[in-house]
């Protein structure tokens, strides 16, 4: 029997910023269950990134979560928070946007941690990565020691995500308890460190990028989480390496039953990992579903591009073919009411000019798709004229977007030249 352990419900996180309103993630419903591994798919700047982030209340100006409930299933949680904030409260369900800030940023590390790209930036270099390592895990101890509605006064928050403040907050070089180091020690050798006596002694700088990311995961895994977020965690590692950091977290999370949030522009990395996915566009989950539901039966054009553009994870090819087209703006000025992808989309009808509603799709329960195909049949009399989108819009220009190449040849279809697929920044 399955039980959702995370639902988020029309998430929208905007930034402000001096060009106009980003609207990064736009009206989200998520779903997640516990145990599973649920994986978050899409181009370079389509909101994965700002999806975890908000979930984990990371949200830093000019952004902010304009609207939407993201409601964790911890029944020790509900229990603690309900008489002071009722409203927060839904059977064993708390909205983490209704309570304070302090008691919602106490569930990191202990009910969500997250792993990033670059592991560098979870590490204080002047450290060894086992006073880290045993920071974490004494920080965590003292946190679980704490009756729920007293945690929020506990420093944890601090310390699980990372790098936060961890730098400015150990004036000590010394380990906190002999227990603590054994236990840093341990989450070195659960993740795969050979030996960690040694290289619990060792500053980040000493460790290969792999490594570093393997002990990153350990700072994650300290405070035993329910739900790992994971972004991007091996996309800045060689092919080898990524398939070892991929091994791991699954059998890391065969392990310990945690769930995992898995956020990747690979769709071979979904394949091999994930439990069920969603496909983002530009703020939007375009289709969602089991792995079958959408690399079987998939009904948005958008997925199948991203089908085409599969890199091979252990092969040599490595390389994404990517979608043509600009990458969308999201900058709410120049959003329009229509199917956000139908300028890129090979199969853009006149029905596509109005927003699409998720509809249910062929394959499994879970699936769903934003696409007009889930309920009618592609019919070439409905497609729009050539260049439609050019005279109407002018040009997504996007960061994202690669520099304008002139076209080789005249396009069979409305076409813009490739934009970048990959490699995006994290902030
Ligand atoms: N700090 C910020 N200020 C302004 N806009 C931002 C900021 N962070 C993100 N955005 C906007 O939100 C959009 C979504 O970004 P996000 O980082 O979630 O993309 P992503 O899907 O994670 O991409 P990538 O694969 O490159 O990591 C971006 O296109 C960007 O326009
Ligand atoms: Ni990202």
């Known amino acids: 029997m399955t039980e959702d352990i995370l639902r988020v419900n029309r998430l929208s996180t905007r930034f402000f910023t001096q060009e106009g309103q980003v609207n990064a993630v736009d009206?989200?419903?998520?779903?997640?269950?516990?145990?599973?591994?649920?994986?978050?798919?899409?181009?370079?700047?389509?909101?994965?990134?700002?999806?975890?982030?908000s979930i984990v209340d990371l949200i830093e100006s000019p952004g902010e979560i304009t609207?939407?409930?993201?409601?964790?299933?911890?029944?020790?949680?509900?229990?603690?928070?309900?008489?002071?904030?009722?409203?927060a409260v839904d059977g064993d369900f708390v909205d983490l946007r209704a309570v304070p800030?302090?008691?919602?940023?106490?569930?990191?590390?202990?009910?969500?941690?997250?792993?990033?790209?670059?592991?560098?930036?979870?590490?204080?270099?002047?450290?060894?990565?086992?006073?880290?390592?045993?920071?974490?895990?004494?920080?965590?101890?003292?946190?679980?020691?704490?009756?729920?509605?007293?945690?929020?006064?506990?420093?944890?928050?601090?310390?699980?995500?990372?790098?936060?403040?961890?730098s400015a907050m150990l004036p000590?070089?010394?380990?906190?308890?002999?227990?603590?180091?054994?236990?840093?020690?341990?989450?070195?050798?659960?993740?795969g460190i050979p030996d960690p006596v040694e290289r619990a002694d060792e500053y980040p700088h000493e460790y290969s990028g792999g490594m570093l990311q393997r002990a990153m995961i350990a700072q994650a895994l300290a405070g035993e989480p329910d739900v790992l977020i994971a972004d991007e965690p091996t996309t800045a590692l060689d092919v080898t390496i990524q398939a070892q950091i991929l091994d791991l977290l699954d059998d890391l999370q065969r392990?310990?039953?945690?769930?995992?949030?898995?956020?990747?522009?690979?769709?071979?990395?979904?394949?091999?990992?994930?439990?069920?996915?969603?496909?983002?566009y530009a703020g939007e989950i375009v289709e969602r579903g089991t792995l079958a539901d959408v690399f079987d039966d998939r009904v948005h054009p958008y997925t199948e591009g991203l089908l085409?553009?599969?890199?091979?994870?252990?092969?040599?090819?490595?390389?994404?073919?990517?979608?043509?087209g600009n990458v969308p703006s999201l900058l709410d000025a120049e959003m329009g009411d229509r199917c956000h992808f139908a300028d890129r989309c090979p199969k853009a009808m006149a029905d596509c000019l109005e927003h699409p509603p998720e509809y249910p799709a062929a394959g499994s329960e879970h699936h769903q798709a934003r696409c007009v195909l889930a309920e009618m049949e592609y019919d070439p009399?409905?497609?729009?004229?050539?260049?439609?989108?050019?005279?109407?819009?002018?040009?997504a220009a996007d960061k994202h977007a690669g520099p304008e190449e002139p076209e080789e040849e005249p396009p069979e279809e409305r076409r813009h030249p490739p934009a970048e697929t990959t490699g995006g920044e994290h902030q």
Do not use: W
């Open 308 to 324: 085409g553009s599969i890199p091979d994870l252990e092969g040599v090819r490595g390389r994404l073919d990517p979608i043509p």
């Open 67 to 87: 609207d939407g409930t993201i409601r964790f299933n911890d029944a020790e949680l509900a229990a603690a928070v309900r008489e002071d904030h009722p409203g």
């Open 255 to 280: 392990e310990t039953g945690m769930t995992i949030l898995l956020i990747t522009h690979n769709l071979g990395v979904v394949a091999r990992m994930c439990d069920r996915v969603g496909v983002m």
């Open 27 to 53: 009206d989200l419903d998520l779903r997640i269950e516990r145990g599973e591994v649920f994986g978050i798919v899409g181009e370079s700047g389509s909101g994965k990134s700002v999806t975890a982030r």
């Open 101 to 166: 800030e302090r008691l919602r940023r106490s569930l990191r590390g202990t009910s969500f941690s997250m792993i990033f790209q670059d592991p560098e930036s979870s590490f204080n270099p002047s450290l060894t990565v086992g006073e880290q390592l045993a920071e974490a895990v004494e920080v965590q101890r003292r946190a679980s020691a704490t009756p729920r509605s007293t945690r929020a006064r506990t420093k944890s928050s601090e310390y699980s995500l990372g790098n936060f403040v961890l």
């Open 172 to 191: 000590s070089r010394r380990y906190v308890s002999e227990e603590s180091r054994e236990r840093a020690i341990e989450l070195l050798e659960l993740v």
């Open 381 to 395: 009399a409905r497609a729009l004229p050539e260049g439609y989108f050019d005279e109407t819009e002018r040009p």
